[in-house]
């Protein structure tokens, strides 16, 4: 059977077993596939897990649970109550903890053994090389383009694979990237989508088994590549679908002409993802959202055209009686949620909906959203739609519910 | 023929998952796609009506890109054709993200 393998034939010898562990694998050791060879080899493998998330989280407690020796985790986040809808491997009593501090804590309270490396810190294009050089294989859980393209790049440049996971409301999808005979993330995503044209968190949101399920599949092909056995999903995307509970497949070809791991690469080296994924760096200073988004007048305070209202100028002007016509643009389920009372046209209906919005078209719209990206979107529609006076709401019924009103949920 | 159309994209085929359409090659049934959903025009073919580059479009379970005819290829009734959407999700939509993803 052709089976891609992970671990370089080193001819170091493969760690024994102690009695312990002979007893913890037992049945791993019976099975003809793994063996005490193929344990062996998992207890030298080394695995990065990217991100600590809902993908990372059953996939690191898998590989921890089946005897993985190294696992590696890199993530920068601190662990929110939000999380424990899908990320297992932290909890309750972990809120507020780093979430590689917290994610070692489960590992280890699974499996004494299992070495945890911590690196607490974002992946970059500075530091992915260094980061990824150690590890056998390396497992993207991530949430965000830039970091996809980052990790496929390093991973075809290294010659490591990349067991790949990526969800979306009740889809997902899985496949393994970046070996040498099979096609990487950019033969079947050359470019990334435009910020804008992604689905935003009008439709986002997740269910939160989903990524228990792909997380779970990412940790099935990286054990298979440790031990070399079956047929990984190289060359082959899978899709699930969790409502019709359907798994298919697709083929994926080797693109000739990738810039990474085509014939002629021309991606040689790690570039700037966020430039290539048209996303401005992080702002250390400013509404970081609203920066993502195009060229910010920081002393007008205008982005693309739109004023930027911020909550706290906003709540003045209504308390001085001053009290400008507001549109939220979220989703209906949104504004069941928490409302600050405005109308509602979802962003997506705003085209064809114009004639419901009650004011001139000089007169003042101050737009929301959750947290100012869609209302931004919505703003520059209506300005483009003839409105003359439109302005965007700076961090959205979020930044409302943060520093006016705290008894406002937040989501 | 059937196309089956992505969770992110449902949005503008009114949360329909697969959308009928009767055609005899996969362009064809990609221009009677938008017909039927007009919005979702913008998000699959570009200015000048090229498929655009971060979305793929697989008839059964091939890549229309590696098809000898490309867009060209002829369809029957039972074929169908899947849009394959770029997504990133993975470990949150956590607002303490650095580079949210549009929102």
């Known amino acids: 059977m052709a089976s891609a393998t992970a671990l370089p034939e080193t001819g170091t010898e493969l760690p024994k077993l102690t009695n312990e562990e002979i007893a913890r694998y037992s049945r791993h050791l019976i099975l003809p596939e793994v063996g005490i060879e193929g344990q062996q080899k998992l207890k030298a493998a080394k695995v990065l897990c990217v991100g600590t998330g809902g993908l990372g989280a059953p996939l690191a407690l898998y590989l921890a649970a089946a005897g993985v020796g190294t696992l590696g985790l890199v993530d920068f986040d601190v662990v929110d109550e939000s999380n424990l809808q899908r990320q297992i491997i932290h909890s309750q009593s972990t809120v507020g903890m780093l979430k590689v501090d917290s994610a070692e804590i489960m590992i280890n309270g699974l499996n004494k053994n299992t070495k945890v490396v911590k690196h607490n810190t974002m992946l970059t294009s500075a530091n992915a090389m260094e980061i990824f050089k150690d590890y056998d294989v390396i497992a993207d859980g991530t949430d965000n383009f830039q970091t996809r393209y980052l990790v496929n790049d390093a991973c075809v440049l290294l010659g490591k694979p990349n067991a790949y996971g990526s969800i979306f409301r009740f889809e997902g999808q899985a496949s393994v990237f970046g070996l040498p005979e099979g096609p990487c993330y950019r033969c079947l995503y050359p470019e990334p989508p435009p910020p804008g044209l992604v689905p935003s968190c009008a439709e986002g949101g997740v269910l939160g088994i989903l990524p228990g399920l792909v997380g779970v599949i990412q940790a099935t092909e990286t054990i298979k590549l440790i031990l070399g056995i079956g047929e990984p999903l190289v060359g082959r995307l899978l899709l699930v679908d969790a409502l019709g509970m359907s798994f298919r497949t697709l083929k994926l070809r080797k693109n000739p002409e990738c810039p990474v791991c085509g014939t002629h690469p021309t991606v040689t080296e790690l570039i700037d993802y966020d430039q290539f994924c048209g996303i401005a760096p992080p702002a250390s200073v400013g509404p970081l959202e609203v920066s993502s988004h195009g060229s910010v007048d920081s002393a007008a305070n205008i982005v693309d055209g739109i004023p930027q209202v911020s909550v706290e100028q906003l709540k003045q002007r209504q308390d001085a009686g001053d009290r400008p016509f507001i549109l939220d643009v979220r989703e209906a389920h949104e504004y069941a949620i928490v409302n600050l009372g405005a109308p509602l046209i979802p962003v997506g209906q705003l085209s064809s909906r114009l004639n419901e919005i009650p004011v001139k078209k000089d007169d003042e719209i101050v737009v929301h959203c959750k947290s100012g990206g869609r209302s931004q979107k919505a703003a520059q529609e209506l300005k483009s739609a003839g409105f003359t006076n439109v302005k965007n709401l700076a961090g959205g019924i979020t930044a409302w519910a943060e520093r006016i009103d705290p008894s406002l949920p937040k989501y | ?103």
């Open chain 2, 1 to 103: 023929m059937k196309v089956n159309i992505p969770t992110p994209l449902r949005a503008y085929t009114k949360g329909k998952e697969t959308v009928e359409v009767s055609a005899s090659s996969v362009q064809g049934a990609l221009d009677a796609l938008v017909l039927t959903a007009p919005e979702l025009k913008k998000h699959l073919f570009t200015e000048d009506d090229k498929l655009r580059s971060f979305v793929n479009v697989y008839l059964n379970d091939e890549d229309i890109r590696y098809l000898p005819q490309r867009e060209d290829t002829a369809t029957t009734e039972v074929d169908e054709l899947t849009i394959i959407p770029s997504i990133a999700g993975g470990s949150a939509y956590s607002s303490k993200s650095p580079v949210p993803l549009s929102c």
